[in-house]
């Protein structure tokens, strides 16, 4: 029979392997992690904000509404989306065809995707119109019409840009980023019909109608920020998920 370890050697090697533990995860508790679509950790809720992984995906004492959370599920498991999902690869292709346009639009040059920082331009021209809508008077109604119109302007290269990033997502994500497009394609209708509006004098009917397309712009904008948030779909380059130098 093998003699009993003493308490003291128990109690150090409890410490180091408290310390051992401790040591292997970074700072902040979570693994550094580069991800894509082909990654199966890009989904798995193994790395990002403290919370990440809780039952019931709850972060910090508050959970995702079961309903929000069904409604997305439903659209990536949405075969019926396929089709339409063609048809706009079609265009991608056409807009961003491989090689060095696509690398351009995609962001490859910078260091990661470039679509989530084009889309501030038109969302906050957009913004800024229906905000001097509401608080700027007649005064500020031709410079609302000039944020209209330079929003729509600016939704052309963000489209592009879009586009570019969603040819190289895995089918899941492919489904959703079509919702995406779509939702926001609205937005960009509505905002069309406020400019018009705006250039005919009918500015109640204008307000309407970009108080319209600004919801749609923010429904939209929700599916893009799962996309590049819960599932890590997105360009970039690998070296930044290294730890900086000390």
């Known amino acids: 029979m093998a003699p009993e370890p003493h308490p003291a050697d128990v ?37 990002g904000r403290a919370g990440d992984g809780l039952p019931g995906g709850e972060a910090g004492g508050r959970a995702t509404p079961d309903g929000l959370v069904d409604l997305v599920h439903g659209l990536e498991s949405n075969s019926g989306l396929d089709r339409p999902a063609r048809v706009l690869e079609t265009v991608a292709n056409a807009v961003a065809p491989e090689g060095p346009r696509r690398d351009v ?39 609302a019409t000039r944020l209209v119109g330079a929003g729509i302007a600016a939704a ?23 919702v995406h ?9 509505l905002y069309g019909g406020s400019f018009v509006a705006r250039r005919r004098g009918r500015h109640g009917r204008a307000v309407l109608w970009g108080f319209a397309g600004g919801l749609s712009a923010v429904a939209g904008g929700y599916l893009g920020g799962h996309l590049s948030i819960a599932r890590k779909d997105g360009t970039r380059d690998s070296r930044f998920a290294d730890p900086a130098p000390a």
């Open 11 to 47: 109690e150090k090697m409890l410490d180091a392997a408290t310390s051992t533990s401790s040591e292997s995860v970074p700072r902040g508790g979570t693994e550094p992690l580069v991800s894509g679509p082909s990654d199966p950790q890009a989904h798995s809720g193994s790395a």
């Open 105 to 143: 639009l995609q962001g490859s040059w910078l260091g990661h995707a470039l679509h989530p920082l084009m889309t501030d331009l038109p969302l906050g021209m957009w913004m800024s119109a229906s905000l001097l809508d509401l608080i700027g008077g007649k005064r500020s109604r031709p410079a």
């Open 156 to 178: 052309v290269p963000t489209v592009a840009t879009g586009l570019a990033e969603w040819l190289d997502t895995e089918p899941a994500s492919r489904r959703v980023g079509v």
């Open 181 to 189: 497009a779509n939702i926001n394609s609205l937005a960009l209708v």
